[in-house]
T-cell receptor, first 117, second 113 residues
Framework: NAGVMQNPRHLVRRRGQEARLRCSPMKGHSHVYWYRQLPEEGLKFMVYLQKENIIDESGMPKERFSAEFPKEGPSILRIQQVVRGDSAAYFC???????????????FGEGSRLTVL | SQKIEQNSEALNIQEGKTATLTCNYTNYSPAYLQWYRQDPGRGPVFLLLIRENEKEKRKERLKVTFDTTLKQSLFHITASQPADSATYLCALAPSGSARQLTFGSGTQLTVLP
């Protein structure tokens, strides 16, 4: 049973280009989260999505960043016009359907490391 | 503002000893607290969860305590091994609803052979 799959694992972009990061959640999981991790820092929440819905994007920069989780296919985190400060590891996590007893344990992918030159 | 603080310095211990990592939080009322392990270049891996009404939880060589009065969790690894060397993250989830976890910045543990 495959875990959370992220690709690409490494991505290099020049300033001004676009970066697209993909995440396929674990089988049976309908909730996807994106986190960003800068060197020597903790994971920072960006966005929480369910199929075709953005539930919480309070951690996402207002400009240049967007996320989607279509009915079919992986979740996509898109960064337009990248700048050097966007260089970081971006982690996707998934969880099963939420309910009152869901404890929020997250299953993480191995991350996508974006380097902006 | 809400804040989660873990041991600010890296922790080095000798193999066989017990490692104790600290997670303190302020301005927060978590329903539960989780601990994750992260190896270099890898994603975090869930280890243990403890609820607000639980004082202690064990799993093999791992033990977690949760003191909501002190607003602190302690994470212990007994009989530590070099393979336990990693960064350990604590994460809190707020009470009342299932929302995203908030992570601490982690403590880097090195177990020396």
């Amino acid at each position: 049973n495959a875990g959370v799959m992220q690709n690409p694992r490494h991505l290099v972009r020049r300033r001004g280009q676009e970066a697209r990061l993909r995440c396929s959640p674990m089988k049976g999981h309908s909730h996807v989260y994106w986190y960003r991790q800068l060197p020597e820092e903790g994971l920072k929440f960006m966005v929480y999505l369910q199929k075709e819905n953005i539930i919480d994007e309070s951690g996402m920069p207002k400009e240049r960043f967007s996320a989607e989780f279509p009915k079919e296919g992986p979740s996509i985190l898109r960064i337009q016009q990248v700048v050097r400060g966007d260089s970081a590891a971006y982690f996707c996590a998934s969880s099963p359907r939420r309910g009152e007893r869901n404890t929020g344990e997250l299953f993480f992918g191995e991350g996508s490391r974006l380097t902006v030159l | 503002s809400q804040k989660i603080e873990q041991n600010s310095e890296a922790l080095n211990i000798q193999e066989g000893k017990t490692a104790t990592l600290t997670c303190n939080y302020t301005n927060y009322s978590p329903a539960y607290l989780q601990w994750y392990r992260q190896d270099p270049g890898r994603g975090p891996v869930f280890l243990l969860l403890i609820r607000e009404n639980e004082k202690e939880k064990r799993k093999e060589r791992l033990k977690v305590t949760f003191d909501t009065t002190l607003k602190q969790s302690l994470f212990h690894i007994t009989a530590s091994q070099p393979a336990d060397s990693a960064t350990y993250l604590c994460a809190l989830a707020p009470s009342g609803s299932a929302r995203q976890l908030t992570f601490g910045s982690g403590t880097q543990l090195t177990v020396l052979p």
